[in-house]
């Protein structure tokens, strides 16, 4: 069984180790203290660009849901902030990677297709359940000597023909 903490790549491939660990560790430890300086570093501002695919299928139905990195850290921010007034009946760190895999990461040169997953749930204070169940396709670049994103089609269905 695998440890959802535990970086799956060793340390040796280090673009794959890299790149779980900023879409991962990182990100989840920034969205849940809503610290946007913890990986602000991770991102190429220039051209930067994230599709929302609002759950569907259809990419006729996507839309261009992030035109730019400050629209982005805009709205990471609204939904990190929102998820911290919250209140929850387990651990929402363990949750979250036990809902998080990221096991596939093609790389070609300096560029990397990162295939992000959710499939979980989060129990509420009040006894509901918060379902995760969608991924992100990230696109990455080394720029500047390290892995960072470059942009995003997210929100995508998990999996994908499936409707939310």
Same mark, same amino acid.
Request: with cysteine; proline share 5%; glycine share 10%.
């Given at each position: 069984?695998?440890?959802?903490? +535990? ?10 180790? @890299?790149?779980?660990?900023? *879409? +991962? ?5 920034? =969205? ?9 570093? %991770? ?8 599709? %929302? ?12 849901? =992030? ?15 929102? =998820?911290?007034?919250? #209140? ?13 895999? *990221? ?7 300096? #560029?990397?297709? @990162? ?36 942009? =995003?089609?997210?929100? *995508? ?8």
């Amino acid at each position: 069984m695998r440890d959802p903490f +535990v970086n799956p790549f060793p340390s040796s491939d280090t673009a794959r180790h @890299a790149i779980w660990t900023m *879409l +991962v560790q990182r990100d989840i430890d920034a =969205f849940l203290t809503a610290d946007w300086g913890m990986v602000a570093g %991770d991102f190429v501002e220039e051209g930067f660009i994230g599709i %929302d695919a609002g759950k569907k299928a259809d990419p006729d139905a996507w839309h261009l849901g =992030f035109p730019t990195l400050a629209a982005y850290r805009d709205e990471w921010l609204r939904q990190a902030e929102d =998820f911290a007034r919250q #209140t929850y009946g387990e651990d929402p760190r363990d949750a979250i990677f036990a809902a998080t895999r *990221l096991e596939d990461i093609e790389i070609n040169g300096e #560029t990397a297709l @990162a295939r992000k997953k959710f499939d979980g749930s989060i129990l509420r204070g009040d006894g509901t359940r918060d379902i995760m169940k969608w991924q992100t396709l990230y696109y990455c670049r080394l720029h500047e000597g390290r892995w960072k994103i470059s942009g =995003f089609t997210g929100y *995508l269905p998990n999996p994908m023909g499936a409707v939310d």
